[in-house]
T-cell receptor, first 117, second 112 residues
Framework: GAVVSQHPSWVICKSGTSVKIECRSL??????MFWYRQFPKQSLMLMAT?????????EQGVEKDKFLINHASLTLSTLTVTSAHPEDSSFYIC?????????????FGSGTQLSVL | QKEVEQNSGPLSVPEGAIASLNCTYS??????FFWYRQYSGKSPELIMFIYSNGDKEDGRFTAQLNKASQYVSLLIRDSQPSDSATYLC????????????FGSGTKLNVKP
C-alpha cells in the first residue's frame, strides 16, 4: 500500500507553545489529506479535510484558528497546534487518500502523540 | 449525522477459530467500505476494502457487504494471537471531499 510519513512521532511541550506536525505522502500524490485526533480507547475523530492549494475544511467544533492546516504541495500537509494547552494532549493522526472513485483508499501516518505540560 | 456502528467488544475467540466482526452504517449513499486494524498506540492499517455486494477474500480475511441491510462484516479465519487488536470499520461518503467516517472499533482478543 501507499506510504504516509508523519513527524514527529511524539512531542512534549509547555503550555502556550505551538507545535507543528508534518504529514507526507512518500510514493504518491495526495490531493486530499485528513487530520484526525484520537483519545485513549476512543475512535478516530475527524478534525479537518485538507486540499492542496485551498483552505482546509474543518469539522464542527474544531477551532480553525487553533489548529492551523496548510497543504502547500501534493505531498505535504502540516497541522500546527497553536498556543497548546493540556486539553490538546492527544494522538494526532494524518491520512492521505490514494486512488479515485470506488478504488479510493485511506492510508495513515504513524501518528503523533502530543503531551502538553 | 452519518453513523457507523460497531460493537465495542471485547470479542474473545480461541486461537484457530473464526472471528466475526460486524458493522452497520446509516447512510445509503455510502460508496466504499473499509476495515482497518489498529494496535494499541499505533495508527490504523488498512486490511480490506469492498464496494460491491457479496464477499471479498484476501488470505485469511473475508469482507462481506450487504447494501440492502446496510451491513458490512469481516471474517478472520484461523485467528492468531497477533490478530488481537481493535478493528475499525470505515465508510466512504460520496460528497464533496469523499470523507471517510469511522466506527468506534471492536476490540478482538485471540487467546492462545
Amino acid at each position: 500500500g501507499a506510504v504516509v510519513s508523519q513527524h514527529p512521532s511524539w512531542v512534549i511541550c509547555k503550555s502556550g507553545t505551538s507545535v507543528k506536525i508534518e504529514c507526507r505522502s512518500l510514493d504518491f500524490q495526495a490531493t486530499t489529506m485528513f487530520w484526525y485526533r484520537q483519545f485513549p480507547k476512543q475512535s478516530l475523530m475527524l478534525m479537518a479535510t485538507s486540499n492542496e492549494g485551498s483552505k482546509a475544511t474543518y469539522e464542527q467544533g474544531v477551532e480553525k484558528d487553533k489548529f492551523l492546516i496548510n497543504h502547500a504541495s501534493l505531498t505535504l500537509s502540516t497541522l500546527t497546534v497553536t498556543s497548546a494547552h493540556p486539553e490538546d494532549s492527544s494522538f494526532y493522526i494524518c491520512s492521505a487518500s490514494e486512488g479515485q472513485g470506488f478504488n479510493e483508499k485511506l492510508f495513515f501516518g504513524s501518528g503523533t502523540q502530543l503531551s502538553v505540560l | 449525522q452519518k453513523e457507523v456502528e460497531q460493537n465495542s467488544g471485547p470479542l474473545s475467540v480461541p486461537e484457530g477459530a473464526i472471528a466475526s466482526l460486524n458493522c452497520t452504517y446509516s447512510d445509503r449513499g455510502s460508496q466504499s467500505f473499509f476495515w482497518y486494524r489498529q494496535y494499541s498506540g499505533k495508527s490504523p492499517e488498512l486490511i480490506m476494502f469492498i464496494y460491491s455486494n457479496g464477499d471479498k477474500e484476501d488470505g485469511r480475511f473475508t469482507a462481506q457487504l450487504n447494501k440492502a441491510s446496510q451491513y458490512v462484516s469481516l471474517l478472520i479465519r484461523d485467528s492468531q494471537p497477533s490478530d488481537s487488536a481493535t478493528y475499525l470499520c470505515a465508510v466512504k461518503e460520496f460528497d464533496n471531499f469523499n470523507k471517510f467516517y469511522f466506527g468506534s472499533g471492536t476490540k478482538l482478543n485471540v487467546k492462545p
